[in-house]
């Protein structure tokens, strides 16, 4: 009987996905997601049926994944960070839905990239947070830019996703623009590239500093908040336990 599994692969590295996933993995018959994904994960899958699909063709994955399920496969659908967060679990369902298919399913979990990132410069999202993508592929650029000003308006920690890539090279600085009342220019701020990946790199640096950088879409940004401080070479947001009284 076949059964698809929404496997999230977290962040890249194979230490860093969870038990359930690779067990999943380990009962899959097919393992389908983008080829980035599947190289990442090759260890645990070197002798699966392997289906890599270009970006664009998100759709087209899900529909394959339902269908070698359908034929009776075990079928691993895989993504990084969570799949439930900016990634092809709500599109699975959705495509379940509408076709009114009934499908044995499981969605496993994962560290997402603000997490994942996170660990990397410190514990800046110790208090309320967000996170925005900012991708325009699904999502209207003047929605983008209200949330952004929402989320600095609120004084939210927050962490910005698909930062930068060929056809949207400025677009982030009007990100930044609109957290700018709400900033002071030192505020501490993280970027991290190819998080738990080779070449992961990270820095910490002031608000005012993202204007003049470059970034890419393995690039994720942590904007901190008033409450962000930076304890030895590290971003923290205090949470305001030291301001609780004493019983």
């Not at 529909?63 to 799949?83: A, M, P, Q, Y």
């Not at 949207?168 to 993280?190: A, D, N």
């Amino acid at each position: 009987m076949g059964k698809l599994y929404l496997v999230s692969i977290g962040p890249g590295a194979i230490d860093m996905i969870i038990p359930r996933a690779s067990e999943a993995l380990k009962n899959s018959d097919v393992i389908i997601g983008h080829q980035l994904y599947l190289d990442l994960i090759q260890p645990l899958i070197e002798k699966k049926e392997q289906i890599a699909s270009p970006w664009g063709q998100e759709i087209e994955r899900v529909d394959l994944s339902i269908k070698k399920t359908k034929e009776g496969k075990r079928v691993s659908l895989i993504s990084s960070g969570d799949i439930g967060v900016y990634a092809l679990g709500g599109l699975a369902l959705e495509r379940l839905g509408e076709n009114k298919q009934k499908v044995d399913f499981e969605i496993i979990p994962g560290v997402t990239s603000a997490n994942a990132c996170a660990s990397i410069l410190g514990a800046p999202l110790a208090h309320d947070f967000l996170t925005l993508s900012l991708s325009d592929l699904l999502v209207p650029r003047e929605t983008i830019l209200e949330r952004a000003e929402a989320g600095g308006k609120g004084g939210f920690v927050s962490v910005l996703y698909n930062v930068q890539s060929s056809k949207r090279k400025t677009f982030i600085y009007e990100v930044l623009e609109k957290f700018k009342p709400y900033r002071l220019s030192q505020t501490p701020c993280g970027v991290v590239s190819n998080a738990f990946r080779q070449n992961e790199n990270k820095q910490i640096v002031a608000f005012e500093d993202l204007f003049s950088m470059q970034f890419d879409m393995l690039t994720t940004i942590v904007l901190g908040n008033d409450a962000t401080r930076v304890i030895q070479n590290k971003m923290v947001t205090e949470r305001g336990y030291s301001n609780v009284p004493e019983k």
